[in-house]
């Protein structure tokens, strides 16, 4: 036989095909796998661990945003600025919006946003729901692809070491070659997902959770309930919902700018009155 290792180019091409796509498929196999885990006993969930599930961890940040304005805690203006009226208590995700607000700055609350869906007080919540089987446990989901990531490698040496072995005979290597670059992809990929995620991702009792707050707008009432289930958008005034949504979204920071000089501030229901920028109240 001449060919190389005893192996014919089609049959290698076939065999390194398998070895380039089974690492990947097992590693998602093995995350759908975890969405399937049964929660433990559950009591109804509390605002922002049904707005962790149903929106991820900015949603997280949005109840606690709009909690604090409903209980006039905390006053934006037009260009979403935010200003701490009296100190929160009790509620540690609240507390952790407080001391943020001077960090945000100019940032306003879309840079509020962003600083305490990355805060300690919202990792707490993740964590509660992964203990619960709520959601996907994370270190479990990591491990998966880290395996795959490893796997990957013999598998490109091994491909790199073909192709070295089949030029100097002169052996066809097109085929060989777009199986690498499927490989490097696949590297590439599997790298991306492996790295620590802030989306929350839910297991089928965490959907069931959502599903059950959607049917019973009860089980999580009040402001907190709606933003939950239907981000700042959701917030019962139209008014302070349209404030909010301008001037907390990235991709609205730019008209929220430009209409500043038309309107007030926000504070629990609605704009100030009147005139082209002082604040009512």
């Given amino acids: 036989m001449n060919e190389p290792w005893g192996i014919s180019g089609p049959a290698f091409a076939w065999l390194y095909g398998v070895c380039a796509v089974l690492p990947f498929l097992v590693a998602g196999l093995w995350t759908h796998s975890l969405r399937r885990r049964a929660a433990d006993e559950w009591t109804p ?139 490097v992809a696949a590297i590439a990929g599997t790298a991306l997902l492996q790295r620590p995620s802030r989306t929350v991702l839910p297991t089928l009792a965490g959907l069931g959770v959502i599903g059950a707050a959607r049917r019973n707008p009860l089980l999580v009432p009040g402001v907190a309930g709606a933003v939950a289930l239907g981000g700042l958008a959701a917030y019962p005034d139209p008014v302070m919902a349209d404030v909010l949504v301008r001037t907390g979204d990235a991709t609205a920071k730019g008209s929220a700018g430009s209409s500043g000089s038309g309107s007030g501030c926000a504070n629990g229901s609605s704009c100030g009155g009147g005139g082209g920028g002082g604040c009512g109240g």
Avoid: C, F
Avoid at 45 to 53: D, E, I, K, Q, S
Avoid at 86 to 114: F, H, I
Avoid at 145 to 155: D, K, M, T
């Fill in 45 to 183: 969930p509390g605002p922002y661990h049904l707005a962790a599930l149903a929106g991820g961890t900015e949603r997280v940040a949005d109840v606690a945003v709009a909690t604090m304005v409903a209980g006039e805690r905390i006053r934006l203006d037009s260009r979403g600025r935010v200003t701490v009226l009296r100190a929160a208590s009790g509620d540690p995700l609240t507390r952790a919006a407080a001391e943020l607000v001077p960090r945000a700055g100019d940032g306003g609350l879309y840079r509020l946003k962003k600083l305490l869906s990355r805060s300690a007080a919202v990792q707490e919540v993740r964590n509660e729901l992964q203990l619960s089987g709520l959601q996907v446990d994370e270190r479990r989901r990591r491990a998966g692809w880290l395996v795959a990531l490893i796997v990957y490698l013999p598998v490109l040496a091994l491909g790199l070491a073909r192709l070295a072995n089949a030029i100097p005979l002169g052996r066809p290597v097109g085929v060989l070659t777009g199986l690498l670059l499927a490989v």
